[in-house]
């Protein structure tokens, strides 16, 4: 996979991975990808293609899960990270930020970006003007610092997740599903807010998305995954343009464009299930 | 003041003092149950470990209490590092079921260590705590209970700061929250376990030399470590505050119904009874009277 250009080697590298999950269920089955640094790259598919999967077997949280890799490579940074414990990742600047927020629910919002600062052993007052600075960005949760995270609304709790995982001041973000369950106009928000850390901060992100249309919008680069495969990749702008991407996965296109993408979807799920 | 209300005072006081005992025991438990979803059955039996240590230390070897409770906690603290490495830290994914039979394994390996070395006969435990009866106006207190109360209150509350005010403390809230979020931010689980386990060793050990002092060091300080059980029946699992009060209702309500309910019924009330009160709570809030509100996800 070479179509990417640049001459530095790229932050993360994943070569051919295969994951087993409870020693028999093959889940990714050979993906390769790889993310630049400072890029934002899309990871693209519909339900159960992988795409959870592929993040957390970067980021090391496979292991709670049962999970494994069985097969290829994984280098971040240079170093081979695939059988190095979660919270050393951490350490070394990859965040994941998982799906459906996980936001510690009975600590309040400023007490879960405390605990986002704990892979970099700082002082409290260290981390108070970190979190002063997480404010800037999310506005928001600092109306919300007292309350408790479980009952803030789902676009506060993605903020607080993404918030927390700033707090350890990472260098790379694998950020899972961030429009999953909100209006558009958020997730609108919420990628504005990524394009900014990218930009300002040099944060570089993997981005799992089923939003198809929006992730485009604000990625370099996309891969799209099927049934633990890569089937497509490009720069956001060729994914875009692709006639399979506009009718499988942007719905637009012919009058038919909605039931064909149904059935895309019908058809997908009885692959997965001959699988 | 009436006498009988005076002697009504006298029976709650005394029974709020063990009450903070139970507290605290069962303190010991929460933390482990909040940090790692595990219901450490093996509380009670390092209750007595910890008492058959100091004890045999002093009356074999003749070490100084100011050195043996500092030694016994220190092994407490190698005891946790220990049982996360050997039991915990292999066993980590499965279902909460084997984690809680394990501690049942371990609950029998630390008494058949601890009678291994020490021998089974019991011990006397007395590090200099006053036995002397007080009178505060017309009302009999034990000035041992007095002590031992005010040690495990200062202990409750030392606690209670921790997990809402320390770094620690709030890592330890995370991990009962998420145990995935919380390492996907970094937390080594293995650290926090360490930690937990640590804390009920220590509890252990205040609660080996209180209630050693008490009863001698004897395998009954099994049964009234398991007081806690009520307790927690009654607080619920996952609460600080729960744990706390409920131990002080438990104690309350268990030297009340001695009194004035054993008479009536026959005597031998304070070991079931604690249990009687937990279940009637329980029917009403089966997640404990203080049991951390389960939050809907939006
Ligand atoms: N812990 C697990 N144990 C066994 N199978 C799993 C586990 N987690 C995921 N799977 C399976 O792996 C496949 C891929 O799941 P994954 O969560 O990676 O998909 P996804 O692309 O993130 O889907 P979605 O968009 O619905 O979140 C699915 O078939 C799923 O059932
Ligand atoms: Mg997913």
Redesign the interface.
């Known amino acids: 996979m070479a179509e990417q250009t640049g001459e530095a080697a790229p932050l993360l590298d994943m070569q051919n991975v295969e994951v087993v999950y409870n020693h028999v269920v093959l889940v990714l089955k050979g993906v390769s990808l790889h993310v630049r640094e400072g890029d934002i790259v899309a990871l693209l598919g519909g339900n159960g293609a992988g795409k959870s999967t592929t993040l957390k077997c970067i980021?090391?949280?496979l292991?709670?899960?049962?999970g494994e890799i069985t097969r290829g490579s994984l280098t971040y940074d240079g170093e081979d990270i695939s059988h190095m414990?979660?919270?050393a990742r951490?350490?070394r600047g990859l965040?994941?930020?998982?799906e459906?927020r996980?936001?510690?629910?009975?600590?309040s919002v400023e007490?879960?970006l405390?605990?986002?600062s704990?892979?970099r052993k700082i002082s409290?007052a260290e981390a108070l003007s970190e979190i002063e600075r997480v404010y800037e960005y999310f506005p928001r949760l600092k109306e919300r610092r007292k309350s408790?995270a479980?009952?803030t609304?789902?676009g506060e709790q993605q903020m607080l997740a993404l918030g927390?995982?700033l707090?350890?001041k990472p260098r790379m973000i694998l950020l899972d599903e961030p429009s999953m369950g909100l209006a558009p106009q958020l997730v609108e928000e919420i990628f504005h807010i990524v394009s900014r850390l990218r930009k300002d901060e040099k944060v570089t992100f993997l981005v799992a998305e089923q939003n198809t249309n929006v992730a485009l919008k604000h990625a370099d680069f996309g891969y799209i995954l099927e049934n633990g495969r890569v089937v497509l990749y490009g720069t956001g702008t060729d994914l875009k343009e692709n006639a399979d991407v506009k009718e499988f996965y942007l719905g637009v296109g012919s009058g038919e464009a909605r039931k064909s993408f149904r059935n895309v979807k019908h058809y997908r799920r009885r692959k997965r299930w001959l699988a | 003041m009436p006498i009988e209300l005076s002697f009504f005072l006298e029976v709650l006081v005394g029974g709020l003092l063990a009450g903070m005992m139970y507290s605290l025991v069962a303190l010991g438990f929460v933390l482990i149950f909040k940090a790692s979803g595990i219901f450490n059955f093996a509380q009670a039996a390092m209750v007595l470990f910890a008492a058959m240590f100091i004890a045999g230390m002093h009356q074999r070897y003749g070490v100084p209490f100011w050195l043996a409770i500092p030694l016994t906690i220190v092994l407490m603290i190698g005891v946790a590092w220990i049982i996360e490495r050997v039991v915990l830290r292999p066993l980590?994914?499965q279902e909460p079921i084997i984690m809680f039979m394990s501690t049942i394994g371990i609950f029998f390996a630390l008494i058949g260590f601890a009678e291994m070395i020490w021998g089974s006969r019991s011990r006397s435990l007395d590090i200099g705590i006053p036995q002397d009866p007080i009178f505060v106006g017309d009302m009999l207190f034990q000035s041992y209970d007095l002590v031992a109360g005010g040690i495990a209150l200062v202990l409750v509350l030392l606690l209670a700061l921790f997990a809402q005010r320390t770094?620690m403390g709030?890592?330890l809230?995370?991990v009962?929250?998420?145990?995935?979020?919380?390492?996907?931010?970094?937390?080594?689980l293995s650290t926090v376990w360490v930690v937990v386990w640590s804390i009920a060793g220590f509890v252990a050990v205040v609660a080996g030399v209180v209630w050693g002092g008490n009863l001698g060091v004897q395998p009954v300080m099994v049964d009234v470590a398991f007081k806690a059980l009520p307790v927690l029946l009654l607080g619920g699992l996952t609460s600080i505050h729960g744990a706390i009060i409920a131990g002080l209702i438990i104690g309350a309500g268990e030297s009340l119904a001695e009194v004035y309910l054993g008479p009536i019924i026959g005597g031998g009330i304070d070991n079931w009874f604690a249990y009687v009160i937990a279940m009637a709570f329980m029917v009403y809030r089966p997640e404990g009277m203080f049991g951390?509100k389960i939050?809907e996800?939006?």
């Open positions: 980021s090391g949280l292991t709670g899960e049962r414990p979660a919270p951490v350490e965040s994941h930020v998982m459906g996980r936001v510690f629910e009975h600590l007490e879960n405390m605990v986002g704990y892979s409290g408790t479980g009952y609304s789902g927390r995982a707090m350890a | 980590v994914n770094r709030r890592v809230r995370a009962a929250d998420d145990h995935q979020a919380a390492q996907a931010v970094g937390i080594r951390e939050i996800r939006i």
